[in-house]
């Protein structure tokens, strides 16, 4: 199994638009082959070190994370994400 791990640093809109981008990135549940499962959700603590926004998925494997990567359902949520981001960290790891 492959975790993808996302900490994301948002622009003024996206921090409007908490909800939506939660929304995006739940509605690819189901619907990718190989994506086992999403979670996210805005930051709570908002410390000096915090993201505001952290997603977390789990693939069955590296080529699933892979075909995720350019699969139709997903760039959409990308696209969206990249009006919305300052920064952002990954960290992928295989269990």
């Given at each position: 199994m492959l975790k993808h791990i996302v900490l ?88």
């Amino acid at each position: 199994m492959l975790k993808h791990i996302v900490l994301y640093k948002l622009n003024e809109e996206g921090l409007k638009n908490l909800d939506k981008i939660k929304n995006n990135f739940l509605s690819m549940r189901g619907k990718i082959d190989g994506l086992l499962s999403v979670e996210c959700g805005a930051d709570v603590l908002k410390s000096e070190r915090s993201f505001d926004f952290a997603l977390v998925c789990e693939f069955e494997n590296l080529e699933s994370f892979k075909a995720y990567k350019t699969h139709p359902v997903h760039l959409p949520v990308k696209e969206y994400m990249h009006t919305v981001v300052e920064s952002s960290k990954s960290c992928d790891f295989i269990e």
